[in-house]
């Protein structure tokens, strides 16, 4: 390896989850750039937490959310096979910032970031952007700020869904809809004019194109839907929502999962297959939301529910990630910056 290749490095980004109960209305205030959190909001989230295993103290493992980000980290670094592949969280450890001065000690002088969010939100895309940037003065920065179209990700998803739609669609004797879901944002992220920054963060400029994110996610799933064709997929056999909507603050956007349940139901299916293609690996927002939450709201319904395996150590996904890294795949790509 080339003294130029070695002052170049991967950094993966992630949101960033509390390693024990005790640390939720620390980490909630990450989230909320200092904003207190009613304590009722940080005791629902705690509980959440708790079904999904965090315990009291670490547990012998990270959570999930770290665990499968690391392994993503790892085997990426593996097939790259050109040093160390960072990582670092906006909302905790290992903060971006303490990432990024580790890569400073490490002699990294130009950083290509991306985000482990495909579909590009300008809110929470931008906190990531604005994260990285602060912390690498000096340093070359090249930031991925979406990849929503990729193929190999919209393969790695069809892989997780094919065997269980088969499986669901055997199981109830007849075609079984999927439900593809992406992270609610609040309506005001994605507005333009005035509205758009409607109790946002002092500073934040006035937007005057509507953000990407909508758009972005249900192309993923269009996509997804798209690679099911050779089995058997229809474009009527699938759905869209928004999930995990905020529990304080203005509106969200949606459909709701919760009315696209009813929904479903109404036309008279007897279950649904979820797959949310806008996260890539296991956490609370999937193993409480979809298989606790969402799987009682459509037993109440009438409806089974199944759900496609979660990315987490897919080959194709670490496949994906190398042509975003190496370029073969033209990813949104912010200009090569040298922060001030």
């Known amino acids: ?66 665990k499968w980000t690391m392994v993503q980290a790892h085997m990426l670094e593996h097939v790259l096979g050109a040093g160390k592949v960072y990582v670092g969280m906006r909302n905790w450890h290992p903060y971006i910032a303490d990432t990024v001065a580790e890569m400073r000690r490490d002699g990294v002088t130009r950083i290509k970031a991306v985000c482990l969010a495909p579909q590009n939100s300008r809110t929470s895309v931008g906190l990531y952007r604005k994260a990285v940037l602060s912390a690498a003065t ?34 109830s004797g007849q075609r079984v809809p999927v439900l593809f879901t992406a992270h609610s944002v609040p309506c005001r992220t994605i507005m333009t004019g005035e509205a758009s920054i409607a109790g946002a963060r002092p500073g934040t400029p006035v937007q005057d194109s509507p953000d990407p994110y909508p758009v972005e996610a249900k192309r993923t799933a269009q996509m997804v839907a798209e690679r099911m064709s050779a089995v058997g997929f229809r474009e009527n056999d699938w759905y869209f929502a928004f999930q995990s909507q905020g529990m304080s603050g203005g509106p969200w956007i949606g459909p709701t999962v919760e009315d696209t349940l009813k929904a479903i139901q109404a036309e008279g299916h007897v279950g649904v297959v979820m797959q949310p293609v806008g996260f890539l690996c296991d956490h609370v927002e999937i193993l409480y939301d979809i298989d606790i939450a969402f799987r009682q709201t459509a037993s109440e319904l009438g409806l089974k529910l199944w759900r496609a395996e979660s990315l987490n150590d897919s080959p194709v996904l670490v496949e994906a990630l190398v042509d975003v890294v190496t370029g073969k795949y033209k990813a949104t790509v912010d200009e090569v910056m040298v922060p001030a």
């Open 138 to 171: 000096g340093i070359e920065v090249e930031f991925v700020a979406g990849w929503a179209d990729s193929p190999l990700l919209a393969e790695a998803f069809a892989e997780k869904l094919r065997p269980m739609w088969a499986e669901a669609c055997a199981e």
């Open 1 to 66: 390896m080339s003294s130029e290749t070695a002052k170049s490095a991967v950094l993966l980004l992630a949101h960033g989850t509390p390693d024990m109960l005790g640390e939720m209305a620390e980490y909630l205030s990450k989230v909320t750039g200092g904003r207190a959190m009613p304590q009722e909001v940080v005791k629902e989230l705690q509980h959440r937490y708790a079904q999904i295993g965090l315990q009291e103290a670490p547990g012998l493992e990270p959570p999930p959310l770290t």
